[in-house]
């Protein structure tokens, strides 16, 4: 049988689609632009997204395991919800689906909710589930690269309390393992919840002290204040997810983005192997200064 992984051609996708591959899964990609979808020949690509209802169900023909992966979108609900419909119709029961860490605690933070919600409705659809809760993204910080390398300041507003970055390859081989778990159990397995985390608990003046020792010159933390952040973003993206942007670091400020006891040896022993630091990004990407 055959895994459908939709938001294939993203930072996390990618990986588990190559992931899967590796470990010999036989994989189906549903990508709006098969153009840009440069996957090994194995791969089979189905063009469509999650609001095309016949692609939907053209791409989940003979599908046993689904990675739901919708992005930060207006619509991103609606998306989730129809697409884990057309999955039922189509007798898909076993999924991982890529939430985030503390959905069940930022809910005014739009797509936090929203990934809360669909959560909910996976448990109440009957679903044998796998749900994946990651934490910020370390890869987030190529978008900033350039204003730590050019202006010595780290400008993400992540507070003192402490953000546990993870690593997507950490996150897309852990997706994949679940995968092969649920492909491959005789029966539907029940929902259980990962919580996605990275080896260091850092904050803000901690990662500036990082890239301080990695670069070998001062930088600064740029400051607990979100109002210059949501107004960066809002020069290249619209303004209502730069507004959500901001309402999630404030609660990155206000609470932190903490793991829980055991979160970390949890994944060391999911993944045989140690968790992908901050430094070792920062160390990974510095020659690009």
Same mark, same amino acid.
């Given at each position: 049988m055959t895994i459908l992984v939709t938001g294939a051609t993203g930072r996390v996708g990618r990986q588990v689609v190559q992931q899967l591959v590796q470990r010999g899964a036989d994989v189906r990609v549903l990508v709006r632009d098969p153009s840009k979808a440069e996957f090994p020949a194995s791969v089979e690509i189905v063009k469509g997204d999650l609001l095309d209802i016949d692609s939907l169900r053209s791409a989940f023909k003979g599908v046993s395991t689904l990675f739901l992966l919708n992005a930060v979108a207006g619509d991103e609900f609606t998306q989730a919800l129809i697409t884990l419909n057309i999955a039922r119709e189509c007798g898909v029961e076993r999924l991982v689906y890529l939430s985030v860490l503390h959905s069940d605690r930022f809910v005014n933070v739009p797509h936090f909710a929203v990934k809360l919600g669909a959560e909910r409705i996976i448990e +109440?659809?009957?679903f044998g589930a796998t749900i994946l809760r990651p934490s910020y993204f370390i890869d987030n910080e190529h978008m900033i690269k350039d204003v730590?390398? +050019?202006h010595g300041v780290y400008p993400m507003p992540i507070g003192g309390k402490g953000v546990a970055m993870v690593d997507a390859r950490d996150i897309a081989e852990v997706a994949a393992i679940e995968l092969i778990r649920?492909? +491959?159990a005789p029966g539907k397995l029940p929902i259980d919840t990962i919580n996605l985390v990275g080896p260091d608990t850092l904050t803000g003046a901690a990662v500036a002290a990082i890239w301080s020792d990695v670069l070998g010159r001062p930088i600064a933390y740029g400051g607990d204040d979100p109002t210059g952040f949501e107004q960066n973003l809002a020069s290249f993206?619209?303004?209502?997810m730069a507004y959500e942007m901001?309402?999630?670091?404030?609660?990155?400020?206000?609470?932190?983005?903490?793991?829980?006891a055991g979160d970390v040896e949890r994944l060391t022993n999911i993944l045989g192997r140690p968790l992908h630091s901050y430094r070792n990004f920062a160390a990974e990407i510095a020659p690009l200064a």
């Amino acid at each position: 049988m055959t895994i459908l992984v939709t938001g294939a051609t993203g930072r996390v996708g990618r990986q588990v689609v190559q992931q899967l591959v590796q470990r010999g899964a036989d994989v189906r990609v549903l990508v709006r632009d098969p153009s840009k979808a440069e996957f090994p020949a194995s791969v089979e690509i189905v063009k469509g997204d999650l609001l095309d209802i016949d692609s939907l169900r053209s791409a989940f023909k003979g599908v046993s395991t689904l990675f739901l992966l919708n992005a930060v979108a207006g619509d991103e609900f609606t998306q989730a919800l129809i697409t884990l419909n057309i999955a039922r119709e189509c007798g898909v029961e076993r999924l991982v689906y890529l939430s985030v860490l503390h959905s069940d605690r930022f809910v005014n933070v739009p797509h936090f909710a929203v990934k809360l919600g669909a959560e909910r409705i996976i448990e +109440q659809m009957g679903f044998g589930a796998t749900i994946l809760r990651p934490s910020y993204f370390i890869d987030n910080e190529h978008m900033i690269k350039d204003v730590i390398f +050019q202006h010595g300041v780290y400008p993400m507003p992540i507070g003192g309390k402490g953000v546990a970055m993870v690593d997507a390859r950490d996150i897309a081989e852990v997706a994949a393992i679940e995968l092969i778990r649920r492909e +491959q159990a005789p029966g539907k397995l029940p929902i259980d919840t990962i919580n996605l985390v990275g080896p260091d608990t850092l904050t803000g003046a901690a990662v500036a002290a990082i890239w301080s020792d990695v670069l070998g010159r001062p930088i600064a933390y740029g400051g607990d204040d979100p109002t210059g952040f949501e107004q960066n973003l809002a020069s290249f993206m619209p303004k209502w997810m730069a507004y959500e942007m901001r309402l999630m670091a404030e609660r990155y400020v206000s609470d932190g983005m903490l793991p829980e006891a055991g979160d970390v040896e949890r994944l060391t022993n999911i993944l045989g192997r140690p968790l992908h630091s901050y430094r070792n990004f920062a160390a990974e990407i510095a020659p690009l200064a």
